[in-house]
């Protein structure tokens, strides 16, 4: 039973660009949050898409934006970007039940020059 | 808004200590507490789940507690071994029913290294 996966592992880009991230949930899971972690800080939520519909938003700004495909995989899509987007971008999945565990990815590295 | 502190920021000990970390949560309306482990540059696993209505779980060598009144859970390892040495993040679930959709609030970790 696959777990969350997430691609790529790591990135590179400058600043200015664009990225798109991408999670394939646990198999029977519906729910994709997304959260970013810069170094030696703990993970800050910056979305949460249920229903191929972004359901809760954290203060993140407009250049984060995402999306959720028909079989509940998901894209973390980042314009603009700035050196301060540099952090590893972790993917949750769940079944939507608060009494059940989120399940993590591996994160995608992304560093910005 | 939600507000969560883990204390100590690192700890070191040697092999075979029983140790206790620390989380605090500013809002005791919460659905549950999840303790997370992150090994270096890696994603997170979840090794326990509490939920408001719980007072502890076990897991192993894992026992956590949630005293929601006080705000306060902790982790407490026993027997610890170096492979235990990562960092270990606690994240609430805020309010009540599905107002919150699941979004978790991490605190900034306890870097704990188990050396032998």
């Known amino acids: 039973d696959a777990g969350v996966t997430q691609s790529p592992t790591h990135l590179i880009k400058t600043r200015g660009q664009q990225v798109t991230l991408r999670c394939s949930p646990k198999?029977?899971?519906?729910?994709v949050s997304w959260y970013q972690q810069a170094l030696g800080q703990g993970p800050q939520f910056i979305f949460q898409?249920?229903?191929?519909?972004?359901?809760q938003r954290g203060n993140f700004p407009d250049r984060f934006s995402g999306h959720q495909f028909p079989n509940y995989s998901s894209e973390l899509n980042v314009n603009a970007l700035l050196l301060g987007d540099s952090a590893l971008y972790l993917c949750?999945?769940?079944?939507?039940?608060?009494?059940?565990?989120?399940?993590f990815g591996d994160g995608t590295r992304l560093s910005i020059l | 808004k939600q507000e969560v502190t883990q204390i100590p920021a690192a700890l070191s000990v040697p092999e075979g200590e029983n140790l206790v970390l620390n989380c605090s949560f500013t809002?005791?309306?919460?659905?549950?507490l999840q303790w997370f482990r992150q090994d270096p540059g890696k994603g997170l696993t979840s090794l326990l789940l509490?939920?408001?209505?719980?007072r502890e779980q076990t897991s192993g060598r894992l026992n956590a507690s949630l005293d929601k009144s006080s705000g306060r859970s902790t982790l407490y390892i026993a027997a610890s071994q170096p492979g235990d040495s990562a960092t270990y993040l606690c994240?609430?679930?805020?309010?009540?029913?599905?107002?919150?959709?699941?979004?978790?609030?991490f605190g900034q970790g306890t870097i704990l290294t188990v050396h032998p």
């Open positions: 994240a609430v679930i805020s309010g009540a029913g599905g107002t919150s959709y699941g979004k978790l609030t």
């Open positions: 509490i939920q408001s209505s719980q």
């Open positions: 949750a999945s769940s079944s939507g039940q608060l009494n059940q565990p989120q399940h």
């Open positions: 809002d005791s309306a919460i659905y549950n």
């Open positions: 198999s029977g899971h519906d729910t």
């Open positions: 898409y249920y229903e191929e519909e972004e359901r």
